[in-house]
């Protein structure tokens, strides 16, 4: 068993404009756990971000969505971090990725940002790489067949059937929470890339 974790982080940007697009998956992701713990967001300024605790075992669980928009993720992560003493090891990230076809999901701790403006940001601010990462699927414009370029892409909404297969890796993703919430991060990735679409 390795620490459990303490804190979960929903990557995306704040407001109406942005809530359907594709780079918002981390705070769909998030809202749904948060609605599993039966826990609220409220607006915290000094964490530059929307927090909700929930009680899990006896222990308390964070979740948060930062309202710095992407590229200042790191704000809302690194003050809560310093607030509550969290190892980097303690915080799960939950972010959109574009190497991986939509439904699919990939768990990984450590390793570099792939120019991930949000996970770069993180980084830099917590002064490692060390914390895990839900990487969720939603195509690249050229996988996909789209001529759209990559910052277009993430910031407009998924073709129906790809929103479909998000869902879907959503649904999986909730699923195995308990699993990363006690620590069991082999049990939690092995069934999440078992059930991976092909």
């Given amino acids: 068993m390795s620490n459990s974790i303490k804190l979960i982080v929903g990557l995306g940007n ?7 697009t594709r780079h918002n998956a981390g705070f769909w992701l998030v809202d749904a756990i948060a609605e599993d713990l039966r826990a609220s967001f409220t607006s915290e300024k000094s964490f530059s971000g929307l927090v909700a605790k929930a009680r899990v075992q006896a222990e308390q669980v964070l979740l948060a969505k930062p309202q710095t928009y992407m590229n200042r993720s790191g704000q809302c992560v690194g003050a809560l971090a310093r607030f509550y003493k969290l190892e ?17 999901v990939k768990v990984k701790q450590g390793g570099g940002h792939a120019g991930h403006n949000g996970l770069r940001d993180i980084q830099s601010v917590l002064g490692s790489a060390d914390f895990w990462r839900l990487r969720l699927g ?10 759209q370029e990559v910052a277009d892409f993430v910031l407009h909404p998924p073709r129906r059937e790809d929103q479909m297969a998000i869902d879907d890796c959503l649904t999986r993703c ?25």
């Fill in 88 to 104: 980097a090891q303690e915080i799960l990230v939950l972010h959109d990725e574009l190497d991986l076809f939509p439904g699919q």
């Fill in 174 to 198: 909730r699923a195995v929470m308990p699993l990363f919430l006690a620590g069991d991060f082999v049990r939690a990735t092995a069934q999440l890339h078992r059930d991976n679409p092909v």
């Fill in 138 to 147: 939603i195509g690249h414009p050229r996988t996909l067949n789209l001529t």
């Fill in 14 to 20: 704040p407001g109406a404009d942005y809530e359907r």
